[in-house]
Each structure stands twice: as C-alpha cells, then as structure tokens.
C-alpha cells in the first residue's frame, strides 16, 4: 500500500462513519480519494 497520511486506526473510525452517512459504500479507492 502506498504511504498515506491517515493512519490505519483513523482510516477504520473514519470508513465506519463514511458508512453509517448512508452516501458512500465500502470501496478501497474511497481511501485514496480522501489522501488525495
């Protein structure tokens, strides 16, 4: 995986709230869009 600047534990807190906002599905580009 590519450095990023989120951690792994605030990426975790962060997806499930992306979750739970009913707008965003899971996907592992999401991750990468954010760092961008």
């Not at 600047?5 to 906002?21: N, P, Q």
Request: a neutral charge; charged letters at 35%; zero cysteines.
């Amino acid at each position: 995986m590519p450095r990023t600047m989120l951690t792994d534990d605030a990426w975790e807190i962060l997806k499930v709230l992306l979750k739970e906002s009913g707008r965003v599905y899971n996907k592992y580009e999401h991750r990468n869009t954010l760092e961008g």
